[in-house]
């Protein structure tokens, strides 16, 4: 076996593979060896189940501040925030990120922010300041890169949406006018007939549409959370949108006046607690006064704790008047979360798909969206 393949196969397998492999590991593998055992080789307590690699993290904010230090030092970010989500999960660290040397040492990342955002009601202040940092530092790094992809994709959608077709001869879109009638075209004139006229559509500061984001704060939902904020102040910034973000549990929280700044938004929710959909979409309901110019929002696993049927009563109301209905089941990287089929189903039915949605597909969804497009199709497309 060469040495390199010897080398990978002892941090694979640990401390116990020194007898067969003949040799222990030295220098920095040691070290990455000694970072991996605390966190893997332990039990929950942190005391280990074997032998020598099982030094485990404790209960000792110190030590686990190191550790972090430690990974962050030997492996690539990528790998440190799957520790760190392990290490939260298996050693019950949540405690221990109240306290401000172990937000200055973690690298910050969305689950980290989810966490962060679930301790907020129980945060010491002297370790706010910290999370905010930490808060910020992820939102920069969200905007840098969704935003322009976001106003790209809806500024577009808007221009074609205001496109016009019964256009001034100044304002005819030739192009499109041509493609769109090319089945007319004649060859004993060897042109084109137009049947049908395609214009650009006037230049306007008006708002052209209304964008409801009602987010499920349930824990669950976390990442969630944290996108919907972003991708929310986002579009508030456009002054063709007006938006609004609603966030629920059991109780809702209207945080649209705070889209300006989204480390504000992210902490005014409160991740955890039940569910109550129909509450939040009746109060979202009472802010959609043009429905066929509105695109509605409901991010949520759809487990719903509030009256069901009401809920769905209200969804086919608002897709009766007009509004453009989108359910997503999440809004992360991670992919579909476990979530109610039964409830999904059903609104498939009223020709409302639910499906899960990552952070770089969203901006083409609210550009389908904005222009009325077949929403089942592109969510068959996904």
């Known amino acids: 076996m060469s040495t390199e393949r010897e080398r990978r196969w002892r941090l694979v397998l640990g401390g116990a593979a020194d007898e067969s492999l003949g040799k222990a590991a ?17 039990d929950a307590a942190g005391e280990g189940s074997s032998g ?11 030590k686990v501040a190191r550790w972090l230090g430690d990974i962050r030092e030997y492996f690539p970010s990528t790998v440190v925030q799957v520790m760190q989500s392990d290490a939260i999960e298996r050693l019950d660290l949540t405690r221990l990120l109240l306290e401000p040397e172990m937000l200055a040492a973690v690298e910050p990342d969305v689950n980290l922010v989810g966490t962060l955002l679930s301790l907020n009601r129980v945060m010491p202040d002297a370790t706010k300041e ?28 808007l221009n074609r949406a205001a496109r016009i077709t019964r256009p001034r001869h100044t304002d005819i879109d030739w192009d499109r006018t041509i493609r769109a009638n090319l089945k ?35 824990g669950s939902m976390a990442a969630s959370v944290v996108f919907s904020g972003v991708f929310a102040a986002v579009l508030a910034s456009m002054r063709s949108l007006s938006t609004s973000l609603v966030v ?18 992210l902490f005014g929710t ?11 979409i009746t109060y979202s309901q009472q802010l959609i006064t043009r429905p066929r110019d509105s695109v509605f929002v409901l991010i949520s696993d759809l487990y719903e704790g509030g ?22 089941l999440a ?15 059903a609104l498939a039915a009223l020709g409302v798909p639910a499906f899960a949605c990552t952070p770089d597909v969203f901006p083409d969804l609210m550009a389908a969206a904005i222009e009325r497009r077949d929403l089942m199709a592109f969510a068959a497309s996904e």
């Open 307 to 328: 009256v069901r049927e009401e809920m769905l009563r209200r969804v086919a109301e608002m897709k009766a008047a007009g509004v453009q209905v989108v359910v997503l």
């Open 52 to 62: 020598k690699r099982s030094a485990g993290l404790g209960s000792s904010a110190p």
């Open 331 to 345: 809004l992360s990287d991670e992919g579909a979360p476990s979530y109610d089929h039964e409830n999904a189903a």
């Open 270 to 280: 409160q991740l955890g607690g039940g569910t109550d959909i129909n509450r939040a």
């Open 248 to 265: 629920f549990d059991t109780s809702v929280v209207d945080l649209t006046s705070l889209l300006s700044d989204p480390v504000e938004v």
């Open 130 to 157: 910290a999370a905010r940092e930490v808060v910020r530092t992820v939102v920069e790094q969200l905007e840098r890169r969704i935003t322009q992809q976001t106003l790209s994709a809806v500024s577009g959608a």
């Open 184 to 218: 007319h075209y004649q060859a004993e004139h060897r042109t084109v007939i137009p049947e049908r006229l395609i214009g650009y559509g006037r230049r306007t500061t008006a708002v052209q549409r209304d964008v409801v984001l009602c987010v499920d704060q349930s």
């Open 26 to 42: 030295a220098g920095q593998d040691a070290a990455m060896d000694a970072a991996m055992a605390a966190l893997y080789d332990g």
